[in-house]
């Protein structure tokens, strides 16, 4: 059984096979944001790309809310690492950088989700 702030949530399985459509959500939106990284070139839309998914899975998955931040987080260096080793394309050494800043909203996503899930629990409880 697994508890989440104090609810015990049923087990219908290992744990890798009940999130695994989640992990892989994250991945694509991952893949998603780095790539309108690279072709929109505006931090500040990447950083909307990464906060939304992260928010929308620790809401849906509160456990361990930082997991979505990292995996939504990791794939934005990676497109832009395997865009600058496999493509002509070669984006710049700035555009390298601050793909690493996508951890930054998708924490505070993260943990907003797992926020506003627990006071979303708390206030309809029905206690």
Not at 7 to 22: A, C, M, Q, S, T
Not at 39 to 53: I, K, N
Not at 73 to 81: D, E, R, T
Request: net charge positive; hydrophobic share 50%.
């Amino acid at each position: 059984m697994t508890t989440v702030w104090g609810r015990v949530l049923p087990d219908d399985g290992p744990r890798g096979e009940r999130d695994i459509g989640f992990y892989v959500f994250a991945g694509a939106a991952g893949i998603f944001a780095g790539w309108a990284d690279l072709h929109v070139g505006d931090l500040l839309f990447t950083t909307l790309l990464v906060l939304a998914p992260c928010m929308i899975l620790s809401v849906m998955r509160p456990v361990k809310p930082w997991r979505w931040a990292v995996v939504v987080g990791i794939c934005v260096p990676l497109v832009v690492l395997g865009t600058y080793l496999v493509f002509a394309q070669k984006p710049s050494r700035t555009q390298v950088y601050e793909s690493f800043l996508a951890f930054l909203p998708g924490m505070a996503g993260a943990y907003g989700g797992a926020l506003l899930r627990r006071a979303s629990d708390n206030l309809f409880s029905g206690k």
